[in-house]
């Protein structure tokens, strides 16, 4: 099998052309967002917007930071700006049953006005019913009702009076009501005189003045009923004069209004009940009654005794161009379907329909609804009450204290408002599916699946579109302008963050950091334009400033705390790379992997797995390893060995099968004798067949092992063994691609392990012959040869074990 030659210099990196840009810097651009890539999510939006039957609303599922929102943005408000403006809509007093106000809809721009209008009408009302009510016409209407009362009143007093001084008895007044005395020669009787009478004429007069009585007790008891009498006239007559007087008023917000049916109505029940209730225009405003203004109400706004005369809008149009575009950044439930207010009054809590607090699904009725799925799921209830707004079809804002018991005051019930607006979930791509799989809702709520790559195809269209955004960042934040080699090496950035050197990365807010990381450099450099010093310098940086573990490791190393062998050569021994993981940074760093072998049943222990420090994907690995071995070299005798193999050092824990290629070397090298050039490492996964697979973490393996090469001094036999379908995601450090370029380091691409082995050892692998055999002093004939050694071995110890005597047996 041929020796893979080392991978060139070109082959590490690939470049931009800063020459294939027709513009000098970023600020030649428009400075406008050109979305590239992500076809698939932007034609699962289009299809969402345009579908308007319900359920079809959106989950849009990719990483955080890779411009979902934006996108959603762009498209939406590019929709939404040919759409319809949405109506108002405004609650009002429910003059039926006033713990239910109404919700009335009208045209865009008309509710404010409506608002207005009916503060005008209050203010009017103010004036004009006092007026008609200190008329002398009204005076004089009021006083001849009045009069007729009293002079009802007197005529019978007057009858009676009369009555009884034809008996010779005299009506008295007192403070304390009527009294009866008789009269003797025109004058009124005293006790004594009445004493001195004879009691047949004292018998008479009281029977007189019982009668009178008894009369006057009729009078009085029909002095009531005249005053309900006079009552009535008298609100016959006030209903009377405030209908005449607030009709004009009335008259002219109908006229202006009468092609809106539910104004006209509530404006007849404003009128009815102003007529009814005229004298609440002539109290005077006391402390008690005082409440604060609400936005944009008048200067009586204040009075609780006009709140039903009001207008609370709930949502307002009037500025809209298109249909809204809301993003709601903290979607409780109060936020989303809207909230009922309380005030403290006199050491209670009172509302009203004014106290109605519209929410994010008021004010995107009509239009598209943005919300961060992971954040409603945060919120108590929200996603809950969400999910009910969608399947109603309507919005109903209800009271969290009152709807579980945690307040005791009256609270309303506002009429619900029919609710059309598409809803757009933005979220990770486990929550989607954790959504799909565990709530039997979701898929009726959210049909439309847009699902955002991570990474898009890298050619010159995606090469503008990066340059595009670049430009909007800069002008957004307000950084300098970026000349087009500060583009390019920001679209070799994009590859490298992608692991793959023929695509960019879509993590947008990536992009968006080292932009303003490389502004900060550029500006301590004194440069007029970002240049591609100013982003490289950042670059380092940042890689510097997250370098503290990675820089203590390798000191352990150098230090031989940590053994790494990169100079000699050892059988069974053999240099790893692995990747690890802080936050958002990642390395690499060798780890010495080795094998001893004994003889046993074809066994390939696992020491990590053994002590539970493996995890599951790694024990697989090892477990390709005896499947390789057992296929390649027991199909014509018996395994007569055992293996085990161990990560030396190590105290973590050990996962992945990217080290199986390497331990499948090491078991080779054991078992042939033949040792492994340390100066070497090896990264690949291996089936059973043999071929080297690939593998996450390419880059930062190679320069992890590099630094360490470069640390000890580059001897020009230093390298790395790489699986070569990972040939493609090589996007390595300018110094690692250098020393390659001067033949300091080499990088082999690997297809199968007998390509490797010949170059860890520097023998021939060995290809099997016709008769099964491998030719001498290869990989493979040393490795046959080693395996019958010791079944022969084990045979022999078997049958001295059968021959041994019966005693001894």
Known sequence: MPTPRPLSPQELYNQCDPESFSFASTKDLDGKIKISGQERAREAIRFGIGMKHNGFNIFALGPAGTGKQTTLEQHLRDTASREAVPEDWCYVYNFETMRQPR?????????????????????????????????????????????????????????????????????????????????????????EEFMRLKPEEKEIIEKEISSLKESMQSIMMQVPKWQRATQEKLKELNQQVAAFAVKPLFAEQKTKYQDYKAIAEYLDEVEKDVVEHFDQFFDKESASQQ????????????????????????????????????????????????????LAQMGTLVTDFTLIKPGALHRANGGYLILDARRLLLEPLAYEALKKAIRTRQIRIESLAQLYGMASTVSLDPEPIPLQTKIILLGERRLYYLLSSQDPDFNELFKVAADFDDEMERNQDSHLSYAGFISSIVNREKLKHLDRYA???????????????????????????????????????????????????????????????????????????????????????????????????????????????????????????????????????????????????????????????????????????????????????????????????????????????????????????????????????????????????????????????????????????????????????????????????????????????????????????????????
């Not at 010779?168 to 004058?187: C, D, M, Q, V």
């Open 103 to 191: 919700a009335i809809s009208m045209p865009a721009g008309k509710a404010c006005a409506f608002r207005h209008d009916m503060e005008n009408l209050i203010e009017g009302l103010l004036t004009v019913i006092p007026g008609a009510f200190s008329s002398e016409e009204y005076q004089e209407q009021e006083k001849d009702i009045k009069e007729q009362l009293n002079e009802k009143q007197a005529s019978e007093i007057d009858a009676l009076e009369k009555k009884a001084a034809e008996k010779n008895i005299a009506l008295i007044r007192t403070p304390s009501g009527f009294a009866f005395a008789p009269i003797r020669k025109g004058e009124v009787l005293n006790a």
């Open 291 to 342: 409440m604060p203004l609400m936005p944009g109400q008048g200067k009586n706004a204040g009075s609780r005794r006009f709140n039903h005369y009001r207008i609370n809008v709930a949502i307002d149009n009037s500025r809209t161009e298109g249909a809204p575009v809301i993003y709601e950044d903290k979607p409780s439930i109060q936020n989303l379907v809207g909230d009922i207010e309380h």
């Open 487 to 809: 583009v390019a090496r920001m679209i070799e950035y994009g590859s490298r963050l992608s692991g793959d050197s023929k695509k960019l990365s879509t993590h947008i807010q990536s992009i968006t950091d080292l932009v303003n990381e490389s502004d900060y450099y550029a500006k301590q450099n004194n440069h007029d334009l970002i240049t591609r010093q100013d982003v490289q310098q950042a670059i380092d940086a940042r890689r510097y400033r997250a370098g503290r573990i990675p820089g203590k490791i390798e000191d352990a190393i150098l230090q031989n705390t940590i053994l790494i062998d990169t100079e000699s050569e050892k059988v069974g021994q053999i240099n790893g790379l692995s990747v690890y993981m802080l936050g958002n940074q990642s390395f690499g760093k060798p780890s010495r992997i080795t094998t001893r072998i004994k003889m046993g049943k074809g066994e390939v222990i696992d020491i990590e797995r053994e002590v539970d420090m493996g995890g599951p994907i790694h024990s697989k690995g090892v477990m390709i390893l005896a499947g390789f071995l057992g296929g390649r070299f027991g199909e014509e005798q018996p395994l007569s060995l055992s293996a085990t193999l161990v990560f030396e050092q190590s105290y973590g824990g050990v996962e992945g099968d990217s080290a199986s290629s390497a331990e499948l070397y090491a078991l080779l090298s054991a078992i042939s004798g033949k040792p492994i050039k340390q100066c070497l490492a090896v990264t690949g996964s291996v089936n059973q067949y043999g071929e080297v697979q690939a593998i996450g973490g390419v880059n930062e393996k190679i320069e992890g092992f590099f630094d360490l090469c470069k640390q000890r001094g580059l001897t020009g036999k230093q390298g790395v063994l790489i699986p070569a379908s990972n040939t493609r995601n090589l996007m390595l450090r300018n110094d690692v691609v250098e020393a390659v370029e001067e033949q300091n380091f080499f990088i082999y691409p690997v297809t199968h392990i007998d390509e490797g082995i010949e170059i860890l050892t520097g023998v021939s692998a060995g290809e099997r012959l016709e008769d099964g055999s491998y030719p001498e002093g290869t990989i493979n004939g040393l490795a046959v040869e080693q395996l019958k050694s010791m079944t022969e071995k084990q045979k022999q110890l078997s049958e001295n074990t059968n021959n041994k005597n019966p005693e001894e047996s």
